[in-house]
């Protein structure tokens, strides 16, 4: 139960960090105590940027902020650097935001492929454009679902920096017709080779990315030769790799 001294604290925080269209929280280590409590100050938030980063926030937090109907107008929703874990993410669908948000940050949560599943077999994020999953074991069956699903068609800036994906994802995502829109993509820190090099090298769809990161990958000179000189690659204007 939250008592009014944690309600008046709580929107003491609020009025400091709130301006016209944003409500920048992080590192106010508010944790799942402080999410509640700003649900149950019933305050209505006209902002379409909410910051919870490094707030240590759980699935508990979570649970708050996606069952309250305090951001009708949110359109990006920044979590990064919290463990909202699987239990948290799978309610994120049933938030009356969630259709509306056009930028996702889920950087460092705890996140596995259930979570990652659930997220990305939800037709609710018709309008997101930027999905950021980085530092989150979501793996390759959450990778190749997103691929497949006309869902994520406004995408275009995908990060799966260290997610677990292999090959067999980038089969998937270089077949991808639905990320055609995709100019940015992360996919540094992960188990790749020279064969997903090839194989992003080949695609016939990806034709519009301008930054690629594949550091601290395993693809090579060769894989580095392959994504260069590929015509896939035209618009290219940015490559990181080691």
């Given at each position: 139960m939250i008592n009014q001294v944690?309600?008046?604290?709580?929107?003491?925080?609020?009025?400091?960090?709130l301006d016209d269209d944003s409500l920048e929280l992080k590192g106010k280590f508010i944790g799942d105590e402080g999410v509640e409590a700003l649900v149950q100050t019933n305050r209505v938030f006209e902002v379409e940027n909410?910051?919870?980063?490094?707030?240590?926030?759980?699935?508990?937090?979570?649970?708050?902020?996606?069952?309250?109907?305090l951001f009708k107008n949110l359109k990006r929703l920044y979590l990064g650097d919290n463990n909202i874990s699987d239990k948290g993410i799978?309610?994120?669908?049933?938030?009356?935001?969630?259709?509306?948000?056009?930028?996702?940050?889920?950087?460092?949560?705890?996140?596995?492929?259930?979570?990652?599943?659930?997220?990305?077999q939800s037709e609710k994020f018709r309008k997101l454009q930027v999905l950021i999953f980085q530092e989150n074991a979501?793996?390759?069956?959450?990778?190749?679902?997103?691929?497949?699903?006309?869902?994520?068609?406004?995408?275009?800036?995908?990060?799966?920096y260290r997610t677990d994906i292999t090959p067999k994802g980038i089969k998937v995502l270089a077949k991808s017709k639905v990320l055609q829109r995709v100019k940015h993509l992360n996919i540094a820190r992960n188990y790749l080779n020279l064969?997903?090099?090839r194989l992003l090298g080949n695609s016939k769809t990806l034709f519009n990315i301008e930054s690629l990161l594949m550091y601290d990958t395993g693809i090579g000179d060769a894989g580095v030769k392959a994504i260069?000189?590929?015509?896939?690659?035209?618009?290219?204007?940015?490559?990181?790799?080691?």
């Open positions: 944690k309600l008046d604290y709580i929107n003491r925080v609020i009025d400091e960090c909410l910051d919870l980063s490094h707030n240590k926030l759980t699935w508990r937090g979570a649970h708050h902020l996606f069952h309250c109907n799978k309610e994120l669908p049933s938030a009356d935001f969630s259709e509306n948000l056009s930028l996702l940050d889920l950087r460092y949560n705890n996140i596995g492929p259930e979570g990652g599943l659930a997220l990305v979501v793996g390759d069956d959450t990778l190749i679902t997103l691929a497949k699903a006309p869902t994520f068609a406004n995408l275009r800036k995908l990060n799966f064969e997903s090099a260069v000189e590929s015509e896939a690659f035209a618009k290219l204007k940015t490559l990181r790799v080691t």
